[in-house]
């Protein structure tokens, strides 16, 4: 896990220096390539900034949830429909098409985390280190990754088990998020138990967010297994685990706090 997010940080870092750059395809292209050719090439270019949409969704509407505050429509509404739509539809087209590639199910469940992972590490660390390079700030270093693994690694590799193992500042944010939205998700679950007859109107209000939160602890289970369960030396680092429990709780805490103020 840490090469790959690695080599998408070198790879989100330099495609994004290269959009903020005089030769960006979005005024260099102007008048010398079409306008669909300046989008292609624009859509890979922004593959760092993409990550702070993704950052936004993985973390807003769970912490609303705290409060218990909807963010999407309800699910009586006529404006679920879009949103269901394209679950639905995304998603069903994403396993059919990787099954029939010959993958399998964890398999792709696995590409659905490392899609968020990426986002979530790679990309938000390449979107600030390119960011310091136009201001002068930094240097860009060109990082090696390493292409060798040990036997137990290659065995868990061939298992589909996530690799984790070493003290990377890229786990942090990754393992902050997980524990937040499981804090997130355990709010919820409270509050429905105290409401006692108000977990339908719960359900029926906030029943996308709850969705996106369920989804987001699910595709966070090897994070999890890594940090609290896991023996192996593919573990978490306790470090990153004591960080990212630190930092979960304040921001759950802090936001908790700052709606209470407001």
């Known amino acids: 896990m840490t090469q790959l997010l690695v080599q998408q940080k070198r790879w989100g870092e330099g495609l994004l220096q290269l959009m903020l750059s005089k030769y960006s395809p979005l005024w260099r292209g102007c008048g010398r390539i079409s306008f669909g050719l300046q989008l292609g090439y624009s859509y890979y270019g922004l593959w760092a900034a993409n990550g702070l949409a993704t950052l936004c969704y993985s973390t807003i509407p769970s912490l609303f949830l705290l409060k218990g505050i909807p963010v999407f429509p309800e699910i009586s509404g006529p404006w679920f429909v879009p949103f269901a739509y394209i679950i639905i539809t995304k998603y069903t087209y994403s396993l059919a098409e990787y099954l029939w590639s010959q993958g399998t199910v964890r398999g792709w469940w696995n590409e659905q985390r490392v899609w968020l992972y990426k986002r979530n590490s790679s990309y938000l660390f390449a979107s600030l280190a390119a960011i310091l390079r136009l201001l002068g700030l930094s240097d860009l270093k060109f990082v090696v990754t390493d292409k060798v693994a ?74 999890y297994e890594a940090m609290f369960f896991r023996k192996d030396d593919g573990k978490m680092p306790r470090d990153v685990t004591m960080k990212s429990v630190v930092y979960a709780s304040l921001v759950c805490s802090g936001f908790s706090l700052l709606l209470l103020k407001g």
């Open 150 to 223: 040990d036997e137990n690694a290659s065995e868990r590799y061939e298992m589909e088990v996530m690799e984790f193992g070493e003290s990377s500042p890229m786990f942090t944010p990754l393992a902050a998020l997980a524990l937040m939205n499981l804090l997130c998700f355990a709010a919820v679950l409270n509050r429905a138990a105290m409401d006692g007859g108000g977990i339908m109107m719960i359900v029926e209000t906030m029943g996308l967010q709850i969705l996106l939160c369920v989804a987001l602890v699910l595709i966070n289970l090897p994070l």
